[in-house]
């Protein structure tokens, strides 16, 4: 079965009484850390639950030495996925408001932690079904606990003092996955520093997605990443951001596309920029 997968939003509605479906509302705002809660609590899918970047899939920021979203501790993400109901064999619906990249960086949790079989973003998110005058509510969804037993993988990871080793290879890909005025340098509302990883690609994950928020077809995001990519090894590529979040929506449409997962430096650029030996580029 393969890794990345969508369902539609009718598709949706027609499983919802699925007692081996759990979803799990992502939505979330840089500028807002408190919208994606009040988003929720206004009104969601049935039977949706809520998970929050901040406090659910991130650990404890360390101002000058993390990132703005470090990974989070995996055994208390375990507990907290398997008291909210998740089950090893579950089916697992994603979403965000559509257009963002949070419900990715749940998927790829999900990967990293062993659950693989039966994850599926709902294309367009949220915006989609209210569009499709789907129904929603506003109440709190009770829960019971499941049985999810996680365990992390090394192997979608890589730290800052691998990347550095790697970045003189010429069969390096390193996607970045910021809109190219950020790339570029050119502004940075984010993070003290502006630029980007030497060597890097702008890969803008807004790029993986038609005017409504749903993903492009297979073949064009194979098309978009072959470009990217170009004649380089697949194995020698690697996805990052500004704080390993967005970065996931690029792996994901990757996956969509038919490629295999590729490691995510998770640090990302707001992690970078906290070693002052680290090399910076700026422009394209």
């Known amino acids: 079965m393969a890794l990345a997968q969508v369902i539609s939003c009718k598709e949706l509605s027609k499983q919802l009484n699925d007692k081996n479906l759990i979803i799990f509302d992502c939505r979330f705002s840089l500028d807002n850390p408190h919208y994606g809660k009040q988003a929720y609590q206004e009104s969601h899918i049935e039977n949706a639950i809520f998970i929050d970047l901040d406090l659910d899939l991130s650990s404890h920021v360390i101002k000058g030495k993390t990132s703005r979203h470090p990974l989070p501790n995996t055994d208390k993400l375990i507990a907290k996925l398997a008291a909210l109901g998740l089950n090893n064999n579950s ?11 949070f419900a990715t960086k749940m998927w790829w949790t999900l990967v990293w932690l062993g659950k693989r079989d039966n994850v599926y973003l709902l294309d367009g998110g949220f915006k989609a079904w209210q569009a499709d005058n789907l129904p929603v509510t506003n109440k709190e969804t009770m829960t019971s606990a ?4 996680g365990q992390p993988d090394a192997n979608l990871l890589i730290d800052a003092k691998t990347l550095v080793t790697k970045l003189n290879d010429e069969q390096l890909t390193l996607l970045d996955a910021r809109a190219l005025p950020r790339f570029r340098g050119e502004v940075e509302p984010m993070d003290p520093i502006a630029g980007h990883i030497p060597g890097a690609t702008c890969a803008n994950f807004a790029e993986n997605l ?13 098309e978009r990443f072959q470009t990217l990519i170009q004649d380089k090894p697949i194995e020698k590529l690697i996805a990052y951001c ?3 979040v967005s970065a996931c929506h690029n792996l994901f449409a990757m996956c969509l596309a038919g490629y295999p997962l590729a490691p995510l430096y998770a640090g990302s650029w707001s992690e970078w ?4 030996s680290h090399p910076i ?4």
């Open 91 to 101: 089916r697992v619906i994603i979403y965000d408001d559509g257009a963002t990249p």
């Open 146 to 149: 499941g049985n999810f037993t």
């Open 210 to 222: 038609d005017d409504t928020g749903h993903f492009l077809p297979t073949k064009e995001l194979r």
């Open 242 to 244: 500004g704080s390993g």
């Open 273 to 276: 920029i906290t070693d002052p």
């Open 281 to 284: 580029a700026t422009g394209n």
